[in-house]
């Protein structure tokens, strides 16, 4: 038994340490090829997204190894109750009986059952060895590590699949006729880059293609580490979506898309296809339906700016003091924006009736089953799916890819077809 043991100890030890440094050696690797990054070898880790891995890894760790330390001690506790239990039924007089069809009472004074039946001391001392303080510690922590790599497989795996369609259809009271059953497409958090390439950009665009919606619409981080990939758009969006979508396709930028440089990204993926709302307000030809777009008010370097953008009590400002006037009265009014902040605000005081919204990735790590229990709930009160409050409604998309590590537990990779109802 120690010897078993020590062999599985071991070799979770090697298997964990394995996958750590195979996944460091992906992100350098990705970081460094393709002139991904500028600087010296050490600047990567400055980076906002190599950073997150290390936070990440130290979430799976200790939640994974307990949860499975926890289980295996579980079942250590009734193994060892259940050894001193046949260790007291042999001991008794009961656990002694007839053998072989021969009467206790006519065995020698000095024989035991086990005797009887031909069996030494020793053989009977084996039959159920009980397990030892070490053997147990070390078998509840080879379970850990076990656990962490299997966590870890499964969410890699969790993020790797093709997105799933979240349809979500929301009564709107007082919605104009000519919107009702109107479908938006909500994209969110593609971070093209260092774990998303062209392929998956390819699969998410036919995917989202497939539901011919009205209005396709992207809220951020649409690339990592390099602007000069927001090129890789044009060819899925020339595919698949350009010219295919009655009422435009449009987006706004995220935190990550301001960690490099958001003139460029801005640029690029407006010659792909798509409008880019910066602290701008349009109103869509031929429905009653306008837009407001907002950067994203905390990336990098902008501290000033997002004093200049929050009051005192976290609320963004009046919009109109940033995007202008609505010109046009009576239409349904959208908010686009990376992150779910200021919701009440948008609701009472600018009368947007849907909010939307990403940057979450739906709490990445959740609870499966109960996606309110997240990890993005330390930060905000919207994480994931549709919220009907103050007479509006915001909906925050899981997204597509992961933030860090290319891990998911709980939510799944997603493309959100929002169709609008009247009440």
Same mark, same amino acid.
């Given at each position: 038994?120690?010897?078993?043991?020590?062999?599985?100890?071991?070799?979770?030890?090697?298997?964990?340490?394995?996958?750590?440094?195979?996944?460091?050696?992906?992100?350098?690797?990705?970081?460094?090829?393709?002139?991904?990054?500028?600087?010296?070898?050490?600047?990567?880790?400055?980076?906002?997204?190599?950073?997150?891995?290390?936070?990440?890894?130290?979430?799976?760790?200790?939640?994974?190894?307990?949860?499975?330390?926890?289980?295996?001690?579980?079942?250590?506790?009734?193994?060892?109750?259940?050894?001193?239990?046949?260790?007291?039924?042999?001991?008794?007089?009961?656990?002694?009986?007839?053998?072989?069809?021969?009467?206790?009472?006519?065995?020698?004074?000095?024989?035991?059952?086990?005797?009887?039946?031909?069996?030494?001391?020793?053989?009977?001392?084996?039959?159920?060895?009980?397990?030892?303080?070490?053997?147990?510690? @070390?078998?509840?922590?080879?379970?850990? $590590?076990? +656990?962490? !790599?299997?966590?870890?497989? &499964? #969410? %890699? *795996?969790?993020?790797?699949?093709?997105?799933?369609?979240?349809?979500?259809?929301?009564?709107?009271?007082?919605?104009?006729?000519?919107?009702?059953?109107?479908?938006?497409?909500?994209?969110?958090?593609?971070?093209?880059?260092?774990?998303?390439?062209?392929?998956?950009?390819?699969?998410?665009?036919?995917?989202?293609?497939?539901?011919?919606?009205?209005?396709?619409?992207?809220?951020?981080?649409?690339?990592?580490?390099?602007?000069?990939?927001?090129?890789?758009? @044009?060819?899925?969006?020339?595919?698949? $979506?350009? +010219?295919? !979508?009655?009422?435009?396709? &449009? #987006? %706004? *930028?995220?935190?990550?898309?301001?960690?490099?440089?958001?003139?460029?990204?801005?640029?690029?993926?407006?010659?792909?296809?798509?409008?880019?709302?910066?602290?701008?307000?349009?109103?869509?030809?031929?429905?009653?339906?306008?837009?407001?777009?907002?950067?994203?008010?905390?990336?990098?370097?902008?501290?000033?700016?997002?004093?200049?953008?929050?009051?005192?009590?976290?609320?963004?400002?009046?919009?109109?003091?940033?995007?202008?006037?609505?010109?046009?009265?009576?239409?349904?009014?959208?908010?686009?924006?990376?992150?779910?902040?200021?919701?009440?605000?948008?609701? %009472?005081?600018?009368?947007?009736?849907?909010?939307?919204?990403?940057?979450?990735?739906?709490?990445?790590?959740?609870?499966?089953?109960?996606?309110?229990?997240?990890?993005?709930?330390?930060?905000?009160?919207?994480?994931?799916?549709?919220?009907?409050?103050?007479?509006?409604?915001?909906?925050?998309?899981?997204?597509?890819?992961?933030?860090?590590?290319?891990?998911?537990?709980?939510?799944?990779?997603?493309?959100?077809?929002?169709?609008?109802?009247?009440?």
């Amino acid at each position: 038994m120690r010897r078993s043991s020590n062999v599985l100890y071991k070799r979770a030890v090697h298997l964990v340490f394995a996958l750590f440094n195979l996944l460091w050696f992906l992100t350098v690797y990705f970081i460094f090829t393709g002139d991904l990054m500028s600087g010296n070898a050490f600047t990567f880790l400055g980076r906002p997204a190599i950073a997150w891995q290390m936070v990440h890894l130290l979430i799976i760790v200790p939640f994974s190894a307990a949860a499975y330390f926890l289980f295996y001690a579980a079942k250590g506790v009734f193994y060892l109750a259940k050894s001193d239990k046949r260790k007291n039924e042999a001991k008794s007089p009961k656990a002694v009986g007839a053998s072989d069809g021969v009467p206790e009472t006519l065995l020698p004074a000095t024989e035991t059952a086990a005797e009887s039946r031909g069996e030494s001391k020793a053989e009977s001392k084996a039959e159920a060895p009980a397990m030892t303080r070490r053997d147990f510690v @070390k078998t509840a922590a080879s379970a850990g $590590l076990f +656990g962490i !790599v299997a966590l870890s497989t &499964y #969410g %890699v *795996l969790r993020q790797s699949v093709s997105p799933g369609i979240q349809r979500v259809r929301i009564p709107v009271v007082g919605l104009p006729r000519g919107l009702d059953g109107f479908t938006v497409a909500h994209v969110t958090d593609i971070h093209l880059g260092l774990w998303s390439n062209q392929r998956e950009l390819s699969r998410a665009m036919f995917r989202t293609a497939e539901q011919k919606p009205d209005m396709v619409i992207f809220t951020g981080d649409m690339v990592d580490h390099n602007p000069e990939l927001a090129a890789e758009y @044009k060819k899925p969006m020339d595919d698949f $979506l350009t +010219g295919k !979508v009655p009422h435009g396709i &449009y #987006g %706004v *930028l995220g935190n990550h898309d301001h960690f490099l440089d958001p003139g460029r990204i801005t640029e690029l993926l407006e010659a792909s296809g798509i409008r880019m709302l910066r602290e701008e307000r349009i109103n869509v030809d031929g429905i009653p339906l306008s837009l407001t777009g907002l950067d994203d008010q905390g990336f990098h370097r902008s501290w000033l700016r997002r004093r200049k953008m929050v009051n005192e009590n976290g609320n963004l400002l009046d919009f109109s003091e940033v995007t202008g006037p609505l010109e046009r009265e009576g239409d349904f009014k959208i908010l686009l924006n990376h992150r779910p902040e200021g919701f009440r605000q948008a609701a %009472v005081e600018n009368g947007f009736g849907l909010y939307l919204a990403g940057h979450t990735h739906g709490g990445q790590y959740s609870v499966p089953g109960f996606p309110e229990i997240n990890l993005a709930n330390m930060v905000y009160k919207y994480t994931s799916g549709l919220y009907s409050d103050f007479g509006s409604h915001i909906h925050v998309s899981g997204g597509l890819a992961a933030v860090g590590i290319p891990f998911r537990f709980g939510p799944w990779p997603e493309i959100s077809v929002i169709t609008l109802a009247r009440a």
